[in-house]
């Protein structure tokens, strides 16, 4: 889940127990699931898109913007 102040919120969908908090400077707008790699991407109205590990909740790569980021997506490139 996601909202206004600011956090992702990664929840253990059996026990309804929070998992990992993902946190940006300002609301974040949406988030997505990577299930074939376990990780996940939020973007937020700080102007940050970023890639988080979903086991550990590390941060792996934020990207900036000037303004705030209203959508991001997966795109898997096939080798």
Do not use: C, F, P
């Amino acid at each position: 889940t996601w909202g206004t102040d600011g956090n992702a919120n990664l929840w253990d969908a059996v026990t309804g127990k929070l998992y990992s908090v993902l946190s940006h400077s300002d609301w974040v707008n949406g988030a997505a699931w990577n299930l074939d790699d376990g990780q996940i991407l939020t973007w937020s109205k700080d102007g940050s898109a970023n890639v988080w590990e979903a086991n550990s909740g590390m941060l792996l790569l934020s990207l900036h913007h000037e303004a705030s980021v209203n959508g991001a997506n997966w795109n898997r490139q096939e080798t």
